[in-house]
């Protein structure tokens, strides 16, 4: 895709939206923000503006209006969709299944709807490695089997892959890509936007850092029974700024293809795996501050160890990582103290 061209990005002013925001725009490309903020701040825009040195276009809208969303692709020169808007807390999605059922799949359906209505053909979805269950084999490939969900959420990141693929098997152009995230972590390392959870963080890395500045008590480790080598679980975490940059390399990949339709799904992880307590340490040793933690039992739900094989994005996309845990920890760390100053 030439770079001057325009691309909507729905959920932009989420965590992932936002980094994405950032490499799509020093990659040449002109992002359209379309964000509800039901989970994401509005000030995120104007931290963007900042990093960026210039105006960004940002919606405000729900993503499962379809007029709405016609008259965004009707008044904008939409040439790409990264779609990032959903509900995603693993916990939530158990207690409210309809909500999740409702705005991950509706959202998806308006999008393509609109797609189909104004001859857009390219589409990156934003899956996640949760669809893998817990591998029998590691690390996982593309080409490990989905499990069965361990919940809602989960299951919405199955059926959206399984949309799409439809999609794409039907009369519609569509050149579309699922990413299966790993673990996102990490910030801009500006200090000024990053991961902004809401109340409690569900997540391990938010939690940590709120812990080292004191906004927790202690962390709890959430079991040290597993067959790992420290006991604790394993996941793969990737940084936030090498998980955007991923993104672009999928769009340009698909403006590439000359087919009018295409499918195929890519992990984005770092093909590493680090436990609960490597991360406990290393964010100690990185940012020279304690963390305080205690052992306590297992997370319902929690799977015991995953990580990715990368090889297929590296060679198809010509990506990888480029930033190690210690990168995403201390720019964690700055992120967290950022926000300190600004309460
Ligand atoms: C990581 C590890 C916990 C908090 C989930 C979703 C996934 C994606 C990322 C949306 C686990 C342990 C955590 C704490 C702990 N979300 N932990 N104490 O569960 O791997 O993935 O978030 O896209 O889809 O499933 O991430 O950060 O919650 O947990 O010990 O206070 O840290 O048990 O082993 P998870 P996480």
Redesign the pocket.
């Known amino acids: 895709m030439s770079n001057s061209k325009q691309v909507l990005v729905t959920g932009g002013a989420g965590y992932i939206g936002s980094h994405t925001v950032i490499s799509l725009v020093n990659a040449g490309y002109t992002p359209v923000i379309l964000d509800n903020f039901s989970n994401s701040e509005a000030g995120v825009i104007n931290n963007l503006r900042e990093i960026l040195q210039q105006d960004i276009t940002c919606i405000e809208g729900d993503c499962c209006d379809q007029n709405m969303v016609d008259t965004v692709f009707d008044e904008n020169q939409i040439s790409g969709v990264i779609h990032f808007a959903a509900s995603?807390?693993?916990g939530e999605s158990v207690a409210k299944p309809l909500l999740y059922y409702h705005n991950n799949l509706d959202s998806l359906m308006v999008i393509l709807r609109s797609m189909k209505k104004f001859e857009v053909s390219d589409l990156v979805f934003?899956s996640?490695?949760?669809v893998y269950g817990q591998p029998e084999k590691l690390p996982v490939t593309e080409a490990t089997e989905r499990m069965p969900a361990?919940?809602p959420?989960?299951n919405t990141?199955k059926i959206c892959e399984d949309i799409i693929f439809d999609v794409v098997q039907s009369d519609m152009p569509l050149k579309a890509t699922s990413l299966r995230?790993?673990?996102?972590?990490g910030a801009h390392p500006s200090g000024k936007i990053g991961e902004l959870p809401r109340g409690i963080?569900?997540?391990?890395?938010?939690?940590?850092a709120q812990t080292a500045a004191g906004i927790r008590e202690a962390?709890?480790?959430?079991?040290d029974d597993?067959q790992t080598p420290d006991g604790?679980?394993?996941?793969d975490?990737i940084h936030v700024v090498d998980l955007a940059e991923a993104h672009v390399k999928a769009l340009d990949y698909l403006d590439q293809q000359s087919d009018r339709s295409y499918y195929d799904v890519f992990n984005l992880g770092t093909g590493q795996g680090n436990?609960?307590m490597e991360?406990i340490k290393t964010f100690e040793e990185v940012n020279h501050v304690p963390v305080n933690?205690k052992i306590?039992p297992?997370?319902s739900?929690?799977?015991?160890q995953?990580y990715a094989d990368v090889s297929k994005a590296a060679e198809v996309l010509g990506w990888r990582t480029s930033k190690t845990l210690s990168d995403a920890l201390a720019d964690t760390w700055r992120w967290q103290q950022s926000l300190m100053k600004s309460v």
């Open positions: 995603k807390a693993v934003s996640s490695c949760t361990a919940s959420y989960g990141k995230y790993f673990n996102p972590v963080p569900n997540n391990l890395v938010p939690f940590v962390i709890t480790v959430y079991g597993y604790t679980c394993i996941r975490y436990s609960v991360v933690h306590g297992r997370r739900g929690d799977i015991e995953i």
